[in-house]
């Protein structure tokens, strides 16, 4: 039986996590764009909008239209001398569902059509040699170049130390030594790599780079959703979050991935439905699993932990392999959600069933009002500062009244 009314948990107020390699890197982004042939921008395919770093966009931008690109028109080209290509991959495609991949790209191509998007992981290999020959084939676009150099950028996380691993394997003939070191936890890379080469013929190297949070999530629910999500997928130093709040918000999006029979229930005793109680179902988990304390209480914490690495390890798989689309043509309660990933969902309205029969079409509508949603948050975020702490208030301050003392003194001297 599906779930007819699935409520949002109330979520805690999300952490800064913002160390100083971050804030190097940011600094040092320009620079390093000017000896940059191709920025491969990598996201996680479960969040492909919060997966953005918005901090970075100013800087691309500018890149761009250093090397000719329409500032006015960013599909464009006014002056064709080097490469310049901003390449998006979704990567861990497997976490999501097949059935909203073609149409979210078509979406982002609409949406952002300067970007090149594709999804990918490293444990496919015509992902990783897709992608491969795509650099190549930018590299012989441009033979005056003696080499194309590749620039890896994203958040903490997205897989951008694997993924090159991945290619370096892929581009070079014979063993190749793993270059760069992996961990399920963010952080692991902190400072800039030295260039690895992906090909011998053409000539390409790639930089990876440390993974770079937002300064401040943001404020008010969109802030704290912002946070949860990013916690989920561990691009957020483990132990900022309470595991119940991760719990709460995970067993909330995987009810609205699969409102008729969502993948957690395999954890359950036979027989056990769907619940949106989270003290529900961590008692049912915890007694499954025989995570019983003194005075045979159920350890909810423990049970908590257990369910959010399951997901981490292996549930996220089955979720994406099994999350159906649903029709408006089927029976279902009122308005139900459908969702994909966790950055996108909507309601199924009956008039979406008179469409005809091409589903796609449909979902891919659905995804480009996401997307609008996304950006018109964003914009009034920037307009109204709400993506700037209060401490970061203090900080410009601080700065704009040092500025003005130095202006002073000089003109006191002069």
Same mark, same amino acid.
């Given at each position: 039986?599906?779930?007819?009314?699935?409520?949002?948990?109330?979520?805690?107020?999300?952490?800064?996590?913002?160390?100083?390699?971050?804030?190097?890197?940011?600094?040092?982004?320009?620079?390093?764009?000017?000896?940059?042939?191709?920025?491969?921008?990598?996201?996680?395919?479960?969040?492909?909008?919060?997966?953005?770093?918005?901090?970075?966009?100013?800087?691309?931008?500018?890149?761009?239209?250093?090397?000719?690109?329409?500032?006015?028109?960013?599909?464009?080209?006014?002056?064709?001398?080097?490469?310049?290509?901003?390449?998006?991959?979704?990567?861990?495609?497997?976490?999501?569902?097949?059935?909203?991949?073609?149409?979210?790209?078509?979406?982002?191509?609409?949406?952002?059509?300067?970007?090149?998007?594709?999804?990918?992981?490293?444990?496919?290999?015509?992902?990783?040699?897709?992608?491969?020959?795509?650099?190549?084939?930018?590299?012989?676009?441009?033979?005056?170049?003696?080499?194309?150099?590749?620039?890896?950028?994203?958040?903490?996380?997205?897989?951008?130390?694997?993924?090159?691993?991945?290619?370096?394997?892929?581009?070079?003939?014979?063993?190749?030594?793993?270059?760069?070191?992996?961990?399920?936890?963010?952080?692991?890379?902190?400072?800039?790599?030295?260039?690895?080469?992906?090909?011998?013929?053409?000539?390409?190297?790639?930089?990876?780079?440390?993974?770079?949070? !937002?300064?401040?999530?943001?404020? *008010?629910?969109?802030?704290?959703?912002?946070? &949860?999500? =990013? +916690?989920?997928? #561990?691009?957020?130093?483990?132990?900022?979050?309470?595991?119940?709040?991760?719990?709460?918000?995970?067993?909330?999006?995987?009810?609205?991935?699969?409102?008729?029979?969502?993948?957690?229930?395999?954890?359950?005793?036979?027989?056990?439905?769907?619940?949106?109680?989270?003290?529900?179902?961590?008692? !049912?988990?915890?007694?499954?699993? *025989?995570?019983?304390?003194?005075?045979?209480? &159920?350890? =909810? +914490?423990?049970? #908590?932990?257990?369910?959010?690495?399951?997901?981490?390890?292996?549930?996220?798989?089955?979720?994406?392999?099994?999350?159906?689309?649903?029709?408006?043509?089927?029976?279902?309660?009122?308005?139900?959600?459908?969702?994909?990933?966790?950055?996108?969902?909507?309601?199924?309205?009956?008039?979406?069933?008179?469409?005809?029969?091409?589903?796609?079409?449909?979902?891919?509508?659905?995804?480009?009002?996401?997307?609008?949603?996304?950006?018109?948050?964003?914009?009034?975020?920037?307009?109204?500062?709400?993506?700037?702490?209060?401490?970061?208030?203090?900080?410009?301050?601080?700065?704009?009244?040092?500025?003005?003392?130095?202006?002073?003194?000089?003109?006191?001297?002069?």
């Amino acid at each position: 039986m599906a779930l007819r009314h699935i409520p949002k948990p109330v979520l805690p107020i999300p952490p800064s996590w913002f160390p100083g390699h971050m804030m190097k890197f940011t600094r040092m982004l320009p620079a390093l764009l000017t000896r940059t042939d191709v920025v491969l921008e990598l996201r996680d395919s479960r969040l492909p909008l919060t997966s953005i770093n918005r901090n970075l966009e100013d800087a691309l931008h500018r890149w761009r239209i250093e090397r000719g690109w329409d500032p006015n028109d960013r599909t464009r080209r006014l002056l064709d001398v080097q490469a310049c290509e901003h390449l998006v991959v979704l990567n861990k495609r497997d976490l999501v569902p097949e059935w909203g991949m073609e149409p979210f790209r078509k979406a982002m191509a609409k949406k952002f059509p300067h970007q090149q998007v594709m999804f990918a992981s490293w444990q496919r290999p015509r992902d990783i040699r897709h992608l491969s020959e795509l650099l190549v084939n930018l590299a012989k676009q441009h033979p005056h170049s003696m080499e194309l150099n590749v620039l890896v950028i994203g958040m903490p996380n997205v897989g951008k130390s694997t993924l090159l691993n991945a290619l370096r394997n892929m581009g070079i003939n014979g063993r190749t030594p793993k270059a760069f070191k992996t961990s399920p936890m963010p952080g692991m890379t902190q400072a800039l790599s030295t260039r690895l080469k992906l090909s011998v013929d053409p000539l390409i190297y790639a930089f990876d780079t440390p993974g770079v949070m !937002l300064p401040f999530l943001g404020h *008010g629910e969109e802030g704290a959703e912002r946070g &949860v999500k =990013l +916690a989920l997928i #561990a691009g957020i130093k483990e132990g900022l979050y309470d595991m119940e709040a991760l719990a709460a918000y995970l067993l909330y999006r995987l009810n609205i991935l699969n409102p008729i029979s969502p993948v957690y229930l395999q954890l359950l005793p036979p027989g056990s439905s769907p619940t949106v109680d989270l003290y529900e179902f961590l008692t !049912l988990l915890g007694k499954r699993m *025989g995570m019983i304390r003194r005075g045979a209480e &159920v350890d =909810l +914490a423990r049970a #908590a932990v257990y369910f959010v690495r399951w997901w981490r390890e292996e549930g996220g798989l089955i979720a994406a392999s099994s999350a159906p689309q649903l029709d408006a043509s089927v029976r279902l309660p009122a308005n139900p959600v459908q969702g994909w990933g966790f950055d996108f969902q909507w309601e199924i309205h009956p008039e979406d069933a008179q469409k005809g029969d091409n589903s796609a079409v449909i979902v891919q509508e659905k995804m480009e009002s996401c997307i609008d949603s996304y950006l018109e948050l964003t914009e009034k975020e920037e307009q109204e500062e709400a993506n700037i702490s209060q401490t970061q208030r203090k900080k410009r301050v601080v700065e704009e009244e040092k500025m003005k003392r130095k202006l002073k003194h000089v003109k006191k001297r002069t």
